[in-house]
């Protein structure tokens, strides 16, 4: 049975697509042949961050007007199994029904499908997801995002979605002297439950440069703690400190 996943967030800048690249890789890991879908319209960033830019002619958009999935796929180099869709270039190109049909569709294609949407309060598409998606919301140890995350969390309980916290760029010195917010004061602050921590790396940062996670770096690690808890493994969390 296939995995799908929605990662959102309350607030930009958070490493929501960041965290949903890793994410495919870690799924890559566990041999998940995995699709990820860019839901960002007109700021899509997916294709870059993968080294597909280049070859990509067909969008989202153009598998919800009448092309196949396969003409509108693919597949990232270096990464066999992985497979991103990217946003329209536009904004306004996504037909719901459509798009509750293609995910569907995808769902029965690939074992992992993750959707990367906007950070925001728009939820208009997300009943259009199978029922079996689980919502990823991204949080950092800030206030801000915090709070986001928490308002971001009883929306999606209000329509039925089920929900699990990604805390990214996680500083154990910050913490340490108070600067950032521990994991149990996000974990309560947002309202989620945990199922991921990603420490902060200079390494995610450049992605979009080097189109790699380091498979042996504390990144990847993280990523693929991660990924095992949402496959259903029992995987514990390493001291604050070993993040």
Not at 193 to 198: A, D, K, N, P, R
């Amino acid at each position: 049975m296939s995995q799908v996943f929605a990662v959102t967030s309350g607030k930009g800048g958070v490493g929501k697509s960041t965290v949903s690249v890793g994410l495919a890789y870690a799924f890559l890991k566990l041999n998940k042949k995995v699709l990820l879908v860019d839901m960002d319209e007109g700021l899509r960033c997916l294709d870059l961050m993968l080294g597909v830019d280049k070859s990509a002619v067909f969008d989202l958009s153009d598998i919800l007007m009448g092309k196949e999935i396969d003409d509108a796929v693919y597949k990232v180099d270096g990464a066999n199994g992985l497979y991103l869709i990217p946003a329209p270039a536009q904004i306004g190109k996504i037909d719901a029904f459509a798009f509750s049909v293609f995910a569907e569709n995808a769902a029965a294609l690939y074992d992992t499908v993750i959707f990367d949407f906007p950070a925001g309060m728009d939820f208009s598409l997300y009943g259009c997801l199978p029922t079996e998606t689980l919502f990823l919301t991204v949080a950092v140890p800030d206030p801000v995002s915090v709070r986001d995350a928490a308002a971001v969390s009883a929306r999606l309980n209000e329509i039925s979605c089920p929900s699990r916290l990604i805390i990214n760029n996680f500083t154990y010195s910050l913490v340490k002297r108070n600067l950032h917010r521990n994991i149990d004061d996000i974990i309560d602050g947002s309202g989620l439950q945990l199922v991921g921590v990603i420490p902060h790396s200079e390494e995610l940062a450049v992605i979009s440069v080097t189109h790699k996670i380091k498979p042996r770096g504390k990144p990847a690690a993280a990523f693929y703690r991660t990924a095992k808890r949402l496959c259903g493994e029992h995987t514990l969390l390493p001291k604050p400190k070993k993040i």
